[in-house]
């Protein structure tokens, strides 16, 4: 591998995703540059100027240029950060959020044509090389990863293999569940792959630097006007950047938005963050109950949220 072996590739694939002339190649007014900007503060509502600097690796100048465009054009305000009145807190207008949804809707199109190109049996080939290129540039420059690099997206192709397999290798490895809850997982995975209403239930997959780091389900239960989540996850290596709390605020914007009345769930006292996320969410113990399964000696926990009842 030489400077030049790089440098050639750069070249090639610029040319391939037209980012020398990116405003034609997605019919819009923008920049390369301009179009990631409003993508970063689509992905984070509550975006500093400092943190989107810092994480663009822009010149203040430069950027300070593109977010005055913005402004004129309506497409972002500016105010003090409630976190530090010294910074500038820039935030996406109606105006600003439809227009960088149509730029990634663009941009999907845009892939999906070239994706278009790859035969499918070569698809995983590539989808790993471009996994083994982000590793392996990213090793020497890797900063600390933040809660407002996750993102809460829907489950894709292997996604639902991929909450079987992590939910059974992770209980295994901490709480030494036997392969009688792998079992359980994937018959509520398989369930709802195969029948499940999407304006009612749904699955949402917690993604940090391009992998998946976590999981959680929504789910019509038996009992008229009530929903249950399911199989929240998050992988140790990701903890600590509040991704249970996303997901399972995720999960209760949902229910509540659809028209559930109540919001359950079934876990076990051992599972103690899992548990301290919920009570944070206003969840309410309302049985408990000793049961043998997975090969441990368990209590079983029935938790609640009154979804009426605004925190």
């Known amino acids: 591998m030489t400077v030049q072996d790089i440098r050639a590739f750069n070249r090639f694939y610029t040319n391939v995703i037209g980012a020398l ?8 007014p923008f920049t390369l540059t301009e179009s990631r900007v409003l993508y970063e503060l689509a992905r984070s509502p509550r975006t500093d100027a ?3 600097r810092s994480e663009l690796s822009l010149d203040a100048g430069y950027l300070s240029r593109i977010l005055n465009r913005f402004e004129q054009d309506g497409l972002i305000e500016r105010a003090p950060s409630r976190r530090d009145p010294r910074r500038r807190q820039v935030t996406l207008t109606a105006r600003g959020r439809e227009t960088a949804d149509l ?53 894709g ?5 991929w909450i079987v397999q992590r939910n059974a290798a992770l209980y295994a490895a901490e709480y030494d569940f036997n392969a009688d809850y792998e079992g359980l ?23 940090l630097d391009g992998r998946a780091v976590g999981c959680v389900m929504c789910v019509r239960d038996d009992a008229p006007g009530t929903a249950r989540l399911r199989l929240l996850l998050v992988e140790p290596d990701a903890r600590g950047l509040r991704i249970g709390d996303q997901l399972v605020g ?25 548990r301290r996320i919920y009570q944070r969410h206003g969840f309410v113990l309302t049985a408990e109950k000793p049961h043998r399964s997975f090969g441990q000696d368990l ?6 949220l009154d979804l009426l009842q605004r925190q």
């Open 185 to 207: 997982v994937a018959r509520i995975v398989a369930d709802f792959a195969e029948d499940h209403d999407p304006h009612l239930e749904r699955v949402w997959i917690a993604e």
């Open 157 to 161: 192709p292997g996604d639902l293999g």
């Open 103 to 155: 730029l990634a809707e663009r941009a999907d199109e845009s892939v999906g044509a070239l994706l278009a190109t790859v035969p499918d049996a070569d698809r995983p080939r590539l989808a790993e090389a471009l996994r083994t290129v982000r590793t392996l540039l990213s090793a020497s420059n890797r900063r600390r990863p933040r809660p407002e690099d996750v993102v809460l997206r829907e489950p």
């Open 250 to 274: 995720a999960v209760i914007e949902f229910a509540r938005g659809v028209g559930y009345r109540d919001l359950v769930l079934w876990t076990n006292d051992i599972l103690g963050a899992a």
């Open 21 to 28: 002339d990116y405003s034609r190649h997605l019919y819009a």
């Open 299 to 304: 209590v079983g926990q029935d938790w609640r």
């Open 50 to 52: 400092a943190d989107l």
